[in-house]
């Protein structure tokens, strides 16, 4: 495996071993090289700071669930180094051409034109991008298929990006050529305009693809592995027929689903956005209930969402973004919230920072509480000349100071996702601590609050939550680190032999004898570099706490949050 290095600034590349960074994929990739190479110091947007793409230790292989990319820089909106992780066809391309990262380095003057970079068996080519000529992402999807030939799978940043906005994504190609896939937290987009790179095209094509140490081993490993994954409950069953969106009367029911800024756990409509609403309405219509986001996913947790007349208008349809434009702006209508979540693709940007900007839009009375259409004319000024779309597109932070709002849930400028902590304890403990801002995938103790995957800790008190939001971090790390999909948790939670098969498949791809500690270790390693490289660009305990107001009593339960800071630091001891 090599590390392909891209100068933005001079249209250069070269290859180089992995030296230093042998044994390491995914995640632990991203993050080793920003600690090693990005100064603490640099803005996010300056030529030191460098966007990393890196496939997963066993992406490109038959393994299934394998296919996710870690994508890694100095985040702009949080200051922190970030790792941004998405499906999409991108990670097992590269792997197939034998890259272990792509890195995209310097940064050219800020009136150069945008570039177009095509990487292929035989090199990387330059090329000026195809002028937009007004068009958002699906539409210059198009122009991209048409000028690459319709055979390289493009990342991609939108309008947000080229205007290096804090919430602004790089967005990816899906096996069926929508760019409806997105590294979506942390502003990667931005970093990506600011090298004025529009997008990256990779076409393995004539590739000599992935070589495996022992692949009779591999097969029977992945046998295995596709056997504990179809058989879980979750991944088997539940994500299949309703997707992420299965969560909203779940996390409603216990009342952690976040209300009108996090002032109730219950929404009375929940039932209207819910998993089972969506499934109806892509049945009825003529959609798809399930699909993979790559090739190889055996859960299929991702949908094709259409319209009353039967036409396409967004995939991967998450119980994040339902939340996020429902019920936390008290919006019940899941066909408008269906297309804010495919402007926010349009535009290239989060769904989770834009919803909660929205609702900063609410608060401070830009806008009425519950008007959806007034929400989504918000977000369509993103990207445009209009100055509201900044402040907007900079998400929920920029929002809430634009219009005097006092009542931010952010943690490190990133916006909180679908989960109150004060309900789901264990959640608000990754929000808290995890290096990268407010983040449930850090961490997802819904598992064991909620669902009671993998143990039971309750959500509503206080303890065990430390601890284990400690363990789901370092165990997501190493998840993140091979290209697997989180949701793989799942199952891994609940199997005893799953850390252990994920072993063996390392094992057989690469030779070797790594072990389920070798792996956790692996998590450790990558959590050090990350809050190493966090305390050298000034962060401290103090920022690792959730906004004051979250002291408040959260309806149905009445449950507070009382964490001190402390308290907090336990989770962030190994």
């Known amino acids: 495996m090599k590390i392909l290095r891209i100068n933005t600034r001079e249209r250069t590349y070269k290859y180089e071993d992995m030296g230093e960074y042998a044994g390491l994929g995914g995640r632990a990739l991203t993050s080793r090289i920003v600690r090693k190479e990005v100064p603490a110091d640099a803005h996010a947007l300056s030529a030191d700071n460098k966007l990393i793409f890196a496939p997963g230790l066993l992406s490109g292989t038959m393994a299934a669930n394998s296919g996710r990319i870690s994508v890694g820089a100095k985040s702009p909106l949080t200051g922190s180094i970030k790792e941004s992780n998405s499906g999409g066809m991108l990670s097992q391309k590269l792997a197939k051409l034998g890259l272990a990262a792509v890195v995209l380095e310097d940064k050219p003057e800020k009136d150069a034109p945008f570039t177009a970079i095509r990487i292929t068996k035989d090199g990387v080519e330059f090329s000026d991008a195809p002028d937009r000529e007004g068009k958002d992402n699906y539409e210059y999807q198009k122009v991209l298929d048409e000028a690459f030939g319709g055979k390289a799978t493009v990342a991609l940043i939108g309008t947000a990006g080229e205007q290096c906005l804090q919430a602004s994504t790089i967005q990816f190609t899906d096996p069926f050529g929508n760019p409806a896939r997105s590294a979506g937290r942390g502003g990667m987009g931005a970093v990506m305009g600011s090298k004025r790179v529009r997008c990256i095209a990779v076409d393995n094509s004539g590739a000599k693809g992935i070589e495996y140490a022992d ?103 998450e119980y994040e973004t339902l939340w996020g434009f429902g019920p936390n702006g008290l919006v019940h209508d899941i066909d408008l919230i269906a297309e804010m979540d495919r402007v926010c693709d349009e535009k290239g940007i989060d769904t989770i920072e834009m919803a909660n900007a929205v609702t900063m839009a609410m608060e401070g009375g830009l806008i009425e509480w519950g008007d959806g259409p007034a929400a989504k004319a918000l977000l369509e000024k993103v990207g445009t000349d209009d100055p509201l779309g900044r402040i907007i597109g900079n998400g929920t932070g920029s929002t809430a100071a634009a219009f005097g709002v006092d009542r931010v849930p952010t943690v490190k400028n990133q916006a909180l996702p679908a989960y109150d902590p004060r309900a789901v304890k264990g959640v608000g403990v990754t929000y808290a601590t995890n290096p990268m801002g407010g983040d449930h ?134």
């Open 215 to 317: 692949k009779d081993a591999f097969k029977a490993a992945n046998k295995r592995w596709t056997e504990i994954l179809k058989t879980h409950p979750v991944t088997g069953q539940g994500l299949a027929g309703f997707g992420t969106a299965i969560l909203v009367n779940i996390i409603n029911e216990a009342g952690a689903l976040p209300t009108k800024n996090f002032r109730s756990g219950q929404y009375e409509h929940a039932a209207d956005v819910s998993g089972e609403k969506m499934s109806e309405l892509i049945e009825k219509r003529g959609g798809k209930v399930h699909e993979g986001c790559h090739p190889g996913c055996v859960m299929q947790c991702s949908q094709r969402y259409v319209d009353e007349n039967g036409e396409y208008v967004t995939s991967g349809f």
């Open 441 to 574: 995938t850090a961490g997802y103790a819904v598992c064991q609050n909620v669902l009671k995957v993998g143990g039971d800790v309750d959500g509503m008190k206080d303890d065990g939550n430390v601890e284990l939001s400690k363990n789901l971090q370092v165990a997501t790390a190493s998840i993140d680190s091979t290209g697997m999909c989180l949701f793989v948790a799942f199952a891994v939670l609940d199997t005893p032999d799953a850390m252990q098969v994920l072993c063996d498949l390392l094992n057989a791809r690469y030779g070797g004898n790594i072990t389920p500690d070798d792996a956790l270790a692996l998590g450790v390693q990558t959590l050090k570099d990350e809050h190493s490289f966090n305390a050298d660009a000034g962060f401290t305990k103090h920022d690792d706490q959730l906004p004051r107001w979250f002291k408040e009593a959260l309806p149905p339960h009445n449950v507070t949050w009382d964490y001190s800071e402390e308290d907090l630091q336990a989770a962030k001891t190994f």
